[in-house]
């Protein structure tokens, strides 16, 4: 039922006729579109009223903590004139660091770890400008507000702040993440422009915390040099830097992209333009579920804890399969070929629109 051309309404409903579906009453065909996402959402809220506090947010909370609690132990590591120790104290100081910034930063910029405002206000300041290095307002504005609301949506949602045409596609995907750790806080300095004075103060004063309190520790607590510290918080910082961009391309690039004039229902729009990759080990404990096999879910109720993402996968997947919609899946090393075969077309060339023949 789905095929890519170009934007052209008439031409679509000439096709939508047809393709069987007759002249349809656009307001019934509306209803019947809001009544299948209307719907799941009344299956997942029943699974969220049952499910505990623990399942809700006290698995993602304790996988946090323990991110935090491993970090005494990872700088007394680094401190250590023993090469397998000294190696062990920086991947246990990588791990933590992609759980706090990347699970921890994700989690917060959707509100998910906490039901109070005041609180999961806090949680994102901290997560993202303390621990990320990043503008918080900024954060939320990029990921909740454009990317979630505008899924694929062409100019607005379309994954275009990833894409560095200038760059050849080895250089891209396999050197240039390597700097994320630098040029996260140069872009959010970058950021900050417009914003309040109060807001700005806040936002340096968080990013500074982070970064010193980190080298502090590396200093005082495991002994290093000034450089040795320095490298050392480079190491730490983008031990994930490759999936993190990876991720980022893989679930989105290369799947139906939309016009914001002429954009599909939600539930289409989601199932079309969102791809889940599968479980991983690694992946799911430092990124979490939602950015990783539960993507499409993510999209779906970006209300959801990763642990909840997790437990609604069977139910969505079922009920999008039932319904003869699309449920997205690849596998990371397939996502990359593709992505390394096709770079022209996928990361450089503006996407084409895609128009979801005879179901609009
Ligand atoms: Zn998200």
């Not at 506090?53 to 700088?75: K, M, N, Q, V, Y």
């Not at 706090?100 to 959707?110: E, N, Y």
């Not at 289409?268 to 579920?289: E, I, K």
Request: aromatic share 10%; hydrophobic share 45%.
């Amino acid at each position: 039922m789905c095929a890519n051309m170009q934007s052209n309404p008439e031409k679509r409903r000439d096709t939508a006729s047809r393709d069987g579906e007759g002249p349809r009453d656009e307001a019934q065909a509306d209803a019947e579109r809001e009544t299948l996402m209307m719907e799941l959402t009344r299956l997942v809220q029943k699974s969220v009223r049952e499910s505990s506090w623990w399942e809700r947010r006290g698995i993602d909370c304790s996988i946090l903590t323990a991110a935090f609690i491993s970090l005494p132990a990872g700088f007394l590591l680094l401190g250590s004139c023993q090469t397998l120790y000294f190696l062990s104290g920086v991947l246990m100081m990588g791990v933590a660091h992609a759980v706090i910034t990347v699970k921890g930063t994700h989690l917060a910029s959707h509100g998910a770890l906490s039901e109070s405002p005041a609180w999961a206000h806090f949680w994102a300041v901290f997560f993202i400008e303390v621990c990320g290095s990043f503008s918080a307002r900024a954060g939320v504005q990029a990921h909740v507000k454009m990317h979630h609301a505008h899924t694929n949506v062409i100019t607005l949602g379309d994954s275009s702040t990833w894409k560095m045409p200038f760059l050849p596609r080895s250089v891209y995907l396999f050197i240039a993440p390597l700097a994320v750790p630098i040029i996260t806080p140069i872009v959010a300095i970058s950021q900050l422009k417009g914003q309040s004075p109060l807001l700005i103060l806040r936002t340096v004063l968080c990013v500074c915390l982070g970064f010193f309190s980190q080298y502090y520790l590396l200093r005082c607590v495991s002994g290093l040099s000034c450089s040795s510290a320095l490298l050392v918080m480079l190491l730490c910082r983008a031990m994930f830097s490759l999936p993190y961009i990876h991720v980022n391309i893989f679930q989105h690039i290369g799947l139906p992209m939309f016009s914001a004039t002429n954009r599909p229902k939600r539930i289409y729009q989601m199932t079309h333009g969102v791809l889940n990759l599968p479980r991983n080990l690694l992946l799911d404990w430092t990124f979490g579920h939602s950015l990783i096999s539960c993507h499409v879910e993510h999209h779906l109720f970006p209300f959801l804890s990763d642990n909840m993402c997790l437990k609604v996968k069977p139910l969505v997947s079922q009920y999008l399969k039932e319904k003869k919609l699309p449920y997205q899946e690849d596998a990371y090393v397939s996502r990359l070929s593709l992505f390394f075969h096709r770079y022209q077309e996928l990361m450089v060339f503006t996407p084409p629109i895609t128009e979801l023949v005879g179901i609009q």
